[in-house]
């Protein structure tokens, strides 16, 4: 009788075959520097406004620490589907088609789950979020990366879109405005890419968090274009908009068969939301719009400075039309995206997250996050001017 031999490690060779995170490397070797300034956090640096906060810790002294529906508390599902309606002229049955997540990671994996079949194929846009590929593999199906470049402000094109679908490919994930570069896609340009999605029978997963961080103009959603609202579902959340980062709240909207998939793994995984993070989130959703356009003000204004900047001293650098990042190449300076990041931190003390960690296309440029103090800002470029003028 031949004895099965087993496995030298006790974790499953699914996870043991996706590696960490690229970005926690920098954060973890800046967090043992002194004097750091950080381009490398993807969240706002304004606190939580004190409305929202109010009405978590007003929720907790009425005793509210129950259970709420799984899909989450119906007063909050209705005001998303106001606020969705309201902000981008999408209905969805607050019943039936919207569901609260821990966050839109959460909501990311679970939608994924409920499509993926195994050896189905996704295509991922890159540059992009770090977790998009690994949650793909997670969920059985094979990641397709699709690189975009500088040379078109990192839009996908439908050439590019069409030479990467096969008979295997299920969904596309796309995200704009962007994490890492900040792109965003009009709604021209989306009616070509929605076109062939039709004539392939794809769904498309729409990375919205970032919405209403668009500085040019008005965001486009793939599924205000006709018969692509059926075929998309949206994951967004409170985490960048309304500076909730810490408090884990996300919400999904979606065709009601892709909802109702999605319902089945929340409620095994996650329960539901925390019930106080869901309190704030009404209260954000009801009187927060003010500090939203606030906060995307000063944003704006702070993108304006460091893009032209980073032109200044020779780094190039495309105008992001959203989210909080510039992505500036540096290929002219000879290093590799991580040798430059790593250069910089132990010479300057800047911490920056290197291109090549958000996939295809990321090689040779930087991330670097706005969402600090312009003061910051004004030193980070300094120390950056003075790290190029070392190695010219």
């Not at 846009?125 to 990366?145: H, K, W």
């Not at 498309?204 to 793939?222: N, P, R």
């Not at 059926?230 to 909730?244: C, E």
């Not at 989130?281 to 304006?304: F, I, P, W």
């Amino acid at each position: 009788m031949t004895q099965k031999t087993k496995s030298s490690l006790r974790t499953s060779n699914l996870v043991n075959s996706i590696q960490p995170s690229g970005i926690r490397k920098f954060f973890d070797l800046a967090s043992s520097m002194e004097n750091i300034i950080s381009l490398g956090v993807g969240e706002p640096d304004f606190i939580t406004p004190w409305g929202v906060r109010e009405a978590c810790i007003s929720s907790l002294e009425r005793g509210y620490t129950s259970y709420t529906a799984n899909a989450g508390m119906i007063e909050l599902r209705i005001e998303i589907a106001n606020y969705m309606k309201k902000q981008f002229q999408l209905e969805y049955d607050p019943k039936e088609q919207i569901i609260v997540t821990v966050g839109a990671s959460e909501a990311l994996d679970i939608a994924l789950r409920s499509i993926v079949d195994p050896g189905d194929e996704v295509i991922v846009v890159e540059p992009t979020f770090v977790s998009y590929a690994p949650l793909v593999t997670l969920a059985g199906g094979n990641p397709v990366s699709v690189g975009t470049t500088a040379e078109t402000n990192f839009r996908l094109t439908p050439r590019q879109l069409k030479e990467a679908i096969t008979d295997r490919t299920k969904a596309i994930m796309l995200s704009f405005p962007n994490n890492p570069t900040g792109s965003t896609m009009s709604l021209n340009e989306l009616k070509e890419i929605a076109k062939i999605v039709e004539e392939h029978d794809l769904i498309v997963l729409s990375d919205e968090i970032y919405a209403e961080m668009t500085y040019d103009g008005k965001h486009a959603s793939i599924a205000n274009i006709d018969e692509m609202k059926d075929r998309t579902v949206i994951i967004s959340g409170f985490s960048k908009a309304f500076a909730m980062t810490g408090w884990r709240l996300g919400f999904v909207t979606g065709p009601s068969d892709i909802i109702s998939a999605m319902l089945k793994i929340h409620q095994y995984s996650m329960m539901c939301a925390s019930t106080m993070a869901q309190h704030a989130a009404l209260e954000a959703l009801q009187t927060g719009m003010e500090d939203v356009k606030k906060m995307v003000q000063s944003y704006k204004q702070r993108r304006n400075y460091f893009v032209k900047s980073f032109e200044e001293i020779g780094l190039p650098c495309h105008v992001p039309g959203g989210a909080f990042y510039a992505f500036p190449s540096i290929k002219n300076t000879g290093f590799t995206s991580e040798e430059f990041a790593e250069k910089l931190l132990l010479a300057e003390r800047v911490a920056v997250v290197p291109g090549h960690v958000f996939g295809a296309g990321g090689e040779g440029h930087i991330r670097c996050s706005y969402a600090t103090s312009l003061e910051n800002l004004k030193e980070a470029v300094a120390r950056i001017d003075r790290f190029l003028v070392s190695f010219r």
